[in-house]
T-cell receptor, first 111, second 110 residues
C-alpha cells in the first residue's frame, strides 16, 4: 500500500531560522512527488513537482529535493508569510494522475 | 482565468438530505478529482474522472456519486447525507502535471 509520512507534524521557527521538512514515501513506481502549500481556509497551492532522485527545484526561499525514499523541503531564512501547512503527495505509474497525500507539516514563523 | 471554482462555499445539511457540489475549471484539463479533507487524515480521493463522460472510484467513494457531462464541470452528489460526511471538499483538475485545487466547500451535516 502506498504511504506518505510527513514530519514533523508542526514546526515553529523564528524569522530567519532555516530548517527542513521531511516527506518519506513508500510507493512502487514513483511518477512524481508533489509539494503544496495550504493556507487556513484555502485550497492547496501547487509548489513543485520532482520526478527522479537527485532532482532539485527552487522557488524564492523554498528548495525541494528528492531521494529514492524521501523528499525534503528546505526553507531558508523564512519570513512570517511562509507560515502555512505544507503538503507532500506522490503519484505512481498507471494511476491516472491520482495523488496520495501526507497529513502535512504546520509551519509557523514568528518575528 | 478563474482556474478551479467551487459552488457553494459553505453548506449545512440535515441527516438524510441530498445536495450537489459543483466544480468548474477553465484550463481545458482532462483529469478532474474530488477530495475530502479531515483533521489528521490528510486529503483523501473520493472520485475522479479521466475525461468527459468518465468517472472512477477513489479511496473513499461510499455515499457519493459523480458526473462529468461536460469537460469543464465535475459534480459531486450526496444522496442521503450523514454526519460522517461533515468535511471540507476540494475539487482539483490537471493534465499531466500536479493538480490545481479549488477553494473548497465546507459541509456540515447535522
Amino acid at each position: 500500500e502506498d504511504q506518505v509520512t510527513q514530519s514533523p507534524e508542526a514546526l515553529r521557527l523564528q524569522e530567519g531560522e532555516s530548517s527542513s521538512l521531511n516527506c518519506s514515501y513508500t510507493v512502487s513506481g514513483l511518477r512524481g512527488l508533489f509539494w503544496y502549500r495550504q493556507d487556513p481556509g484555502k485550497g492547496p497551492e501547487f509548489l513543485f513537482t520532482l520526478y527522479s532522485a537527485g532532482e532539485e527545484k527552487e522557488k524564492e526561499r523554498l528548495k525541494a529535493t528528492l531521494t529514492k525514499k524521501e523528499s525534503f523541503l528546505h526553507i531558508t531564512a523564512p519570513k512570517p508569510e511562509d507560515s502555512a501547512t505544507y503538503l507532500c503527495a506522490v503519484r505512481k505509474t498507471g494511476t491516472a494522475s491520482k495523488l496520495t497525500f501526507g497529513t502535512g507539516t504546520r509551519l509557523q514563523v514568528t518575528l | 482565468n478563474a482556474g478551479v471554482t467551487q459552488t457553494p462555499k459553505f453548506r449545512v445539511l440535515k441527516t438524510g438530505q441530498s445536495m450537489t457540489l459543483l466544480c468548474a475549471q477553465d484550463m481545458n484539463h482532462e483529469y478532474m478529482y474530488w477530495y475530502r479533507q479531515d483533521p489528521g487524515m490528510g486529503l483523501r480521493l473520493i472520485h475522479y474522472s479521466v475525461g468527459e463522460g468518465t468517472t472512477a472510484k477513489g479511496e473513499v467513494p461510499d455515499g457519493y456519486n459523480v458526473s462529468r457531462l461536460k469537460k469543464q464541470n465535475f459534480l459531486l452528489g450526496l444522496e442521503s447525507a450523514a454526519p460522517s460526511q461533515t468535511s471540507v471538499y476540494f475539487c482539483a483538475s490537471s493534465n499531466t502535471g500536479g493538480p490545481f485545487f479549488g477553494p473548497g466547500t465546507r459541509l456540515t451535516v447535522l
